[in-house]
Every structure is written in structure tokens, then in C-alpha cells.
């Protein structure tokens, strides 16, 4: 799940107009992305120029001087239609990624009130690239961005995790982070810890 944009995109220290290299292709895709009816930040117009002045300090930091520091690979978007906020992900065509993804957001498997995966909400082939293709997906929070409460809201969290990846088993599906990755675990644990401290 995504967290905050402020945390998504990562901050600048100070308001640099310079494009992160893994910007760039971004800024290279943006036309084809607005075709498809999805817009990114004016950071990634081709033709954008800085809302600041680059040669003075600025007050407060302007939005088109965010940068994507953290996720190589994701970049937030709004789906102009319906102006949803949504997040692009470059995944590999050749990888197992785009099918499974596919099938866990079919109609009977979104359904399933086990099934707490991210869905799918369209598929973008790129024009000029057959090994890679965006997922686009609902812009979401990390599950421990708004603190815990009460003791039912641990268990209820607890039981949705284990409950999904019940659910991914069934289907013969390997969430490979959820079991093998020890920082989401060990995340997760120390959520519980800090609940019950505070209690």
C-alpha cells in the first residue's frame, strides 16, 4: 500500500528545478499517459518550468519541486475522468507480475471479502517499450499510517493480514514480501508493541 504523498514522493532539502534520473522517464512518457487519460504533476510536462525562482530562496516549498526520491518505478497520477488519485507502476511484461495482479482483480476474486490485495485498474501497454507496461492502481495509505486506537483495531488488522494471505495461498499465489520480507514483519510487530505500551 502507498503512504502519504508527502512521504510517496520524498522532499527536497532545498527547491532544486534539476529532474531526478529516474524522473525522466516520466517526463518521457507524460503524453502518452495524459492520451490515456491519466495526468501527472506539472513536474513532468515536457515543456514545465519551475513555479519558483530558481535564483531565490522560497518561503514555502512549491509543489512542482517534489521529487520521487523513494520508489523507482512509481510515480502518483490522477485519472482525469473521475479525478481518482492513482499510482503508476512500471512492472516487467515477461514476469508474472501483470497476470496474477489481473487475476486477483477479477470480478468473483474482488468479491471474495478475503481478498485485500490492491486492484488493478487498467493495464498500459507502452507505445515504444514491449518488455515493460504500467499497472495503475488506487492511491492508497500504509496500513500503520494512522495510529492504532484500541485493542479491536490490532486484532481486526491482524486477522485482515493473515486472512489475505490465507486468501493468496488458497489461490496458490506466494506473496514473497508479506512472508519472506522481515522488515514487513518485523513492522508489523512493532505496531502491536506500540499499541500495548501505550495502553
Partial sequence: ?????????????ICDPTLGSNELVWVKYQPFLLSRGYRLRPRYNPD??????????VDVEP?????????????DAVHIRDEAKVVLKIVQTSSNEIPTALY??????QHDPRNHTV???????????DTTALLVMPQLIYF???PFRRLGEVTEAFSQYIEGLDFMQEHRILHGYAIEHPYS?????????M???SI
Avoid at 514483519?185 to 508493541?193: H, V
Fill in 195 to 197: 499499541f500495548v505500551n
Fill in 48 to 57: 514545465w518550468i519551475p513555479s519558483w525562482p530558481v535564483d531565490q530562496p
Fill in 63 to 75: 509543489e512542482d519541486s517534489l521529487m520521487l526520491n523513494n520508489f523507482k518505478g512509481l510515480i
Fill in 185 to 193: 514483519q518485523k513492522r508489523f510487530l512493532n505496531l502491536i508493541e
Fill in 144 to 146: 500503520n499510517h494512522l
Fill in 1 to 13: 500500500m502507498m503512504t502519504s504523498l508527502e512521504e510517496f514522493l520524498g522532499r527536497l532539502d
Fill in 119 to 129: 486492484p488493478i485498474l487498467d493495464v498500459l501497454l507502452l507505445p515504444d517499450d
Fill in 104 to 109: 486477483l482483480s477479477s470480478p468473483d476474486l
